[in-house]
């Protein structure tokens, strides 16, 4: 079964039957997060007097923006697909925006509005305590709330949720936490387990968890426990056997091209040969952020501190450059500074 957006040529959206393996290359996009803005509400009823923020509201370029993602021509498909079966696989690549926009798709949707009538939650988790709170401010900004209102998250030490919250994002970590105490996950009636695709123990457990709480609710005929597992690879077979033999979705379609540049000769010091690249990108390409991936703090640290005395060093004329470091030890308020206008 294919779905095809009205605007678009190519297949957005189906349960799976093939699919081309492309490279995949991460990118980072930081000029769309940051503090949600204030501004008066306007509330639009949602079928069941579910009474919520009406996105229209939401700053104009972010509802444009959102229009634009892949996954927005096929989301009507996406909660029928969802309504039809407890336990669903999407697959979608790296900014197709599942993790922003389906969290939204439910709770606006008649699974959104028994969810809150019965005072559960939406639980998205992340891998990242980075990726939960940016997300988190991020769909905060496109629902016009403030984080901690309708939307939430959730890390180790650090908690922004209120009674309104209806959207949490959290770390793998937490989930698992809590369900230390509550094996049932009551407090849940959508559990999104996102990126999986980064396989961890943590995960695994909580694969086990969710499957559980969710036989376990269905044999005590309390109300259902819908699991959403998201994945930006191919490689799900062994999860959609583990979950019943899951039906598998792909989303397809990218937000914007990538090209992938290789390589001619082999280099002995990728991190010399990272920054000269870095640095030929800031004096040639239009003003934008580039992302370097290391492979451990210690590589990091030399790069952003090689990065930053270059930096001193530029020729008249050449704009200066911002570097940061990024890395899952830090404090979250460094994390944080990479989000911050410059």
């Not at 930081?30 to 229209?56: D, H, M, Y």
Request: charged share 25%.
């Amino acid at each position: 079964m294919n779905f095809e957006n009205n605007n678009r040529k190519d297949k957005l959206f189906g349960f799976r039957n093939n699919w081309n393996k492309e490279h995949k290359k991460k990118l980072n996009y930081f000029s769309t997060c940051g503090k949600a803005f204030k501004k008066s509400i306007s509330l639009v009823n949602n079928g069941q007097n579910n009474w919520l923020p009406r996105p229209e509201n939401s700053k104009p370029d972010l509802q444009k923006e959102r229009k634009q993602l892949p996954i927005f021509g096929v989301r009507n498909q996406i909660i029928e697909a969802i309504k039809e079966n407890d336990t669903i696989i999407f697959i979608g690549e790296t900014a197709s925006g599942k993790t922003t926009q389906i969290p939204q798709y439910i709770l606006r949707s008649e699974i959104g509005a028994q969810i809150t009538n019965r005072s559960e939650l939406i639980a998205i988790t992340q891998p990242r305590r980075v990726a939960a709170i940016s997300v988190a401010h991020r769909v905060a900004q496109e629902m016009n709330t403030q984080v901690g209102e309708m939307v939430g998250y959730s890390i180790r030490f650090d908690e922004n949720v209120s009674l309104q919250t209806k959207i949490k994002y959290m770390t793998d970590g937490m989930l698992l936490r809590e369900s230390l105490n509550d094996s049932l996950m009551k407090k849940y009636g959508c559990v999104i387990l996102d990126e999986c695709h980064e396989r961890s123990i943590t995960t695994d457990v909580l694969f086990a968890l969710v499957k559980s709480a969710q036989k376990q609710r269905k044999d005590k005929s309390m109300p259902a426990l819908k699991i959403i597992v998201m994945s930006a690879t191919m490689d799900v077979d062994h999860i959609s056997q583990y979950f019943n033999n899951a039906p598998v979705v792909y989303l397809s379609g990218r937000q914007y091209p990538i090209k992938i540049y290789n390589s001619v000769q082999k280099q002995e010091d990728y991190i010399h040969s990272a920054l000269v690249t870095v640095f030929q990108i800031h004096q040639n390409e239009p003003e934008g952020d580039i992302l370097v991936f290391c492979t451990g703090r210690e590589e990091i640290d030399s790069m952003v501190s090689i990065a930053k005395d270059t930096v001193k060093h530029l020729p008249t004329g050449v704009p200066s450059m911002t570097v940061f470091g990024l890395y899952a030890s830090q404090p979250s308020s460094m994390q944080f500074r990479v989000f911050q206008k410059t």
